[in-house]
Structures are given as structure tokens and as C-alpha cells.
């Protein structure tokens, strides 16, 4: 595979509170075909399979939670929780077009009502877990024309989510932008004082709401964020990405990367496939055509 097309869409502003993107993802990866490590993250994902499979998923005898995929068959679209490491690798085979809704911290709770750690390093299917609307979404997007189209369709599904949902804001959407948005060291009682809770609450709503302690979702948000800074500006030194991403000293980089990617950076990325990844933005498909 040499290339990943990708046209991203932020979401018109009344769902921009729940989410943080959709993406249209398109590839050819040929014959073996390519493995897409699932490390660590720190974003919750619906993805819906456009015209094509996952051929296989590598799991790892370590995870503690087997992957969750229907019996006899995998997936057209499914989920992927929040991950405390290396889980295992999905296999493609040939011509790939996936549609990945990034959901904020909060906004997969609020949508849905299912609260995120019980989806903590699970990958599955995201109809047994939600609803027959998924299947639906499912089917209009492989009918889809356009790009555009696709959009309008995963807002329209989004928005009918949202109206049904009776979960308000509350009270963590401030705190969890800031650590999604700053890089730099910060205390969760600071966090928890700002957001006029006591630290127990903020930490049990936190758990509840977004599927990780607040210091562990920090610790992924970090390791995410060195790992793409290293992938997008693969000329900058492991020293300067330590130090932009907030890290205490290169040692506290290391160890992350050992825990959250099985690897330690540079080994990580001499054994990486080298893939370009053309990413397109598209901020308004109302209307338009593509």
C-alpha cells in the first residue's frame, strides 16, 4: 500500500459537541494486504465498511478482553472503545473505502447512553451494541453517490441519535477539550477545582462518561500525540517531540510507548510500513456535489 486517501468532514456546529470528525478513508493495499496496529488510544470510533471486509483480525494472547465480532462472520462497521495497548492488528486485503466517526471525549456517552468503559479495549460490532438505525446507516452509505452524500447521511443518523438522547451536559465537555487540546502537564485536581467538582466526583463521572481514569487518558492522549507528530514530521528528533508533547524527560516517552504500542519509538517506527496518507479536508457537504 503507498497511499491512504483521506477526506475528512467536521460536523455542522450542533453536533460539534459530541463529535470530532468524520472521515472517508480510501486505499488500495493489494495482495497480502496490510495490518493496522490497534494501539492505544484515547478516541471511541464507529467504523462503517464501504463495499468491502475486514479480512481478519490479529489479536494479541495478551489483551485482557477478547474482540468482540459476530460468530461466523466479521464485521461491515463496528466499534473500537478506548485502548490501554497494544490489542492486535485488523488485516485488509485489496481495495479498502472505510467511514470512521471520531466521537469527543464525552460525546459517545451523550449520543448514546452507553457508558464507554464497558467498550474499554473491546473492538466489535457496533449494531448489537446500539441499534438496528447502525444496519440502516450501514446500507444507505453502501448506496451512497458521492462523498458528500456519505456525510450528509452519517449527520443525518447522528442527529436523529441526538434527538432521542435525554443525556445533557455534564459538566466534564470543558475539562475534557482542554486535555485533548494541550499538550502540556496539568493536575487533575486543577482540572476537577475548574470544573466545581471535588476530586472523587471528577474522577467517578470521568470514568463513567469518557472509559478511563483521568490520568490514564492523559497518559494515551500524549503517547497519540508524540506518535503523530513523529508519522506527519518524521524530521523532527525523538529529544524535540519529548518536549513538545509535554514529557517529563525521554525515559517517561519510552516507557509509554512500551506500554501503549509494544514497542520503544524508535524500534516502532524503523519496523513501521512506510504509507503516505493524502488527507483532504471538506468543511461543508451540505448542498455540494463531489
Known sequence: MNMVQTVVHIPQPLLQEYVLSIGI???????????????????IHMMFMINCKIHDFVNLASSQKMVILKKGSLPDFGFSGLL????????????????VIHFK?????RL???PPSDLTDCLGDADDLISKETLELYEQLHEAKSVVEMFQLTESFLLATLNKSRIKALGLEKATNFMVSQPETYSVEELAYHSNMSLKTFERKFIKQVGLSPKLFARIRRFNLALDLKTYQPELNWLDICYRTGYYDPLHMVKDFKKFAGLSPSILFKNAASVYENILEYPAPSGQQH
Do not use: N, W
Open 112 to 114: 448514546f447512553g452507553l
Open 84 to 99: 490501554t495497548s497494544l490489542k492486535g492488528s485488523i488485516h485488509f486485503k485489496g481495495y479498502v473505502q472505510l467511514l
Open 25 to 43: 478513508r480510501t486505499f488500495d493495499c493489494g495482495e497480502p494486504g496490510f495490518y493496522k496496529p490497534m494501539r492505544a488510544q484515547h478516541e
Open 105 to 109: 471525549p464525552t460525546g459517545f456517552y
